[in-house]
């Protein structure tokens, strides 16, 4: 059986040779197709009066006036131009072309050719496996751990300039987070949580507020409706404090007297009791202490702000998936703690912890300030570098890796919106949330964006194909730019990596305007020279086809194209 099937010739081997031999002949077969074509016409044109007719219609161009040439080139400029503004709108929103997309999608099929294979594809293995890379385990959305408060600081922007510094797509986002960490099993539902699961999912915020109120009315203990408040109603960071503190004595009340409760009247239940109070309680308790840091961050008491979140991270160490520690991060900065920031990031930045913008440009601030004081590239050219300034190229040149769209908003070459609520780590809403909270720190560090500024393009000489391949983190996703202008509002131009460079129907589009509509300026102007010209080019065009007919001529036979001819 086995020697049968492997002389079989349907076997896949055979198939697939089969196939790659016919490919290969194809284009010989079709260049010799063209050649023989070509010969027929050039054997054939006494019969089919190809000389009369190039005379005919020599001579019904050269009646035409200058005008209908200048009409002729105005118009194919014009259609070309039109082509052009159509493509490149499409390009900046889309970021691919629109007639190499239909091309691709609807040509390529009919002519026989094979659909590329998805971004999987991308990465394949040597052996020739294909790699699996999750796009969706790439474009992760994470919850921005600085994330503003809706009422007290987004709804005043809107105030201000009349735009939405949120998208829906993101503010879905943090309804779900809230539904999920919040409420916990849906079969445990109290009536109050009931009607704050209902409110976060409305899309309207004064829906959602009018529903913490009825929460409220139905609990006065309902910690979710205050926190609610708090993040969307309150207009003032004070007033959001207020409410976070009620939030969290009704939060503790809740937990402890269910605690109590269980544990007397049921003993053998008690376990499910601590269970079901740490996933939804304990998470609320967590999630209204770390807004109360927030708050006391925001109104100056950050040495209060620091206390807490080293309590909440102590108390509840398993919960690091909340990046308290970048809260931590940013707070111990403002005190400027330095050696408090250094202990941080030794915890955190390790090599089997995932990274963030805030842990990669953190550690290169601090070893960029050791020398950025009297740092000068023309000494640093003459001199070389030396190791504490190699070492801080080193760290900006890999912060610069992991995140590359920081570096623009912290050298203030692209402005600065308010972060959104989530994030994608390595995208352009991570850079924003990043340089945000921590452009001032930054500043505040004598010649830090001085060093930044002169070191950190040097990063793409080390990554000269950064889709291909990393030099300490993976590959640079290439699904980041969709995600980011699904959390990012439309007025905010988002940064793309690598950038995209112009399509070929862009440019070719370009170039066809510009030719048509010189040469129609040129017609206009210069008729006369123009027919000349043209003629000259015709003429220089078609000599090596005539050249080609003489030699053809002069080696066959005259009697075998007499014959050629008859037939």
């Not at 239909?102 to 594809?121: C, D, I, Q, W």
């Not at 790699?131 to 994470?142: D, G, I, L, T, Y």
């Amino acid at each position: 059986m086995a020697d049968s099937s492997g002389s079989n010739p349907q076997s896949p081997g055979f198939t697939e040779k089969l196939k790659s031999w016919l490919c290969w002949s194809w284009t010989y077969i079709c260049a010799l197709w063209f050649a023989m074509v070509l010969t027929m016409v050039y054997v054939l044109r006494s019969p089919l009066k190809l000389q009369e007719t190039v005379n005919a219609a020599s001579v019904f161009l050269n009646t035409l006036t200058p005008k209908f040439y200048v009409a002729l080139t105005g118009t194919s400029s014009l259609i070309s131009g039109l082509i052009l503004i159509f493509e490149w709108w499409y390009f900046r929103k889309y970021g691919t072309s629109f007639i190499e997309q239909v091309s691709v999608s609807h040509l390529r099929p009919l002519l026989g050719g094979v659909e590329n294979s998805s971004s999987a594809g991308l990465f394949s293995s040597v052996n020739g496996d294909t790699e699996q890379r999750s796009n969706v385990a790439e474009c992760k959305v994470w919850r921005n751990p600085l994330n503003l408060f809706r009422g007290a600081e987004y709804s005043r922007y809107t105030w201000v300039t009349g735009k939405e510094p949120l998208t829906y797509y993101d503010m879905n986002l943090s309804a779900q987070d809230h539904q999920t960490f919040f409420l916990g099993d849906t079969q445990q539902l109290r009536p109050e949580d009931s009607v704050m699961q209902k409110a976060w999912r409305e899309r309207n915020p004064q829906a959602r507020i009018r529903a913490a109120y009825q929460a409220i009315e139905l609990n006065r203990e309902c910690a979710a409706a205050y926190v609610l408040l708090a993040e969307e109603e309150a207009t003032t960071i004070t007033e959001a404090e207020r409410l976070f503190k009620q939030a969290l004595k009704s939060g503790m009340e809740l937990s402890h007297c269910h605690t109590y409760v269980l544990s007397i009247q049921y003993l053998t239940l008690l376990l499910i009791t601590v269970a079901f109070t740490a996933g939804k309680d304990t998470n609320l308790v967590v999630y209204i202490k770390r807004r109360l840091a927030m708050c006391a961050r925001k109104l100056g008491r950050i040495k209060e702000a620091v206390k807490m979140m080293r309590d909440l991270m102590k108390e509840f160490p398993l919960l690091g998936m909340l990046n308290i520690h970048e809260n931590l991060l940013e707070a111990l900065l403002e005190l400027q703690a330095y050696a408090d920031v250094q202990a941080v990031l030794a915890k955190y930045d390790d090599i089997s912890l995932p990274k963030s913008a805030t842990i990669c440009y953190t550690s290169a601030l601090l070893k960029a300030r050791a020398v950025s004081d009297k740092f000068s590239p023309e000494a640093a050219s003459r001199r070389g570098l030396s190791t504490a300034e190699m070492n801080a190229v080193e760290a900006i040149h890999r912060a610069v890796e992991f995140n590359p769209h920081v570096p623009k908003y912290l050298l203030e070459m692209k402005s600065l919106i308010l972060p959104p609520e989530h994030i994608l780590k390595r995208g352009d809403s991570e850079a924003v949330a990043y340089a945000f909270f921590h452009l001032q720190h930054w500043k505040r560090a004598e010649g830090a964006l001085n060093l930044l500024h002169c070191t950190w393009e040097g990063t793409f000489r080390i990554i000269p194909y950064p889709l291909e391949k990393g030099h300490l983190f993976y590959p640079y996703p290439g699904c980041t730019e969709t995600a980011d202008r699904e959390l990012l509002p439309s007025f905010h131009e988002v940064s793309v990596y690598p950038k995209k460079e112009l399509p070929f129907f862009i440019l070719f589009t370009a170039g066809l305007c510009s030719f048509c509509a010189m040469l129609a300026m040129l017609t206009h102007q210069f008729p006369e020279l123009m027919g000349v010209f043209v003629k000259a080019f015709f003429s220089t065009l078609f000599a090596p086809l005539g050249f080609f007919a003489d030699k053809m001529e002069s080696f066959m036979p005259s009697c075998l194209w007499h014959q050629l001819a008859n037939v």
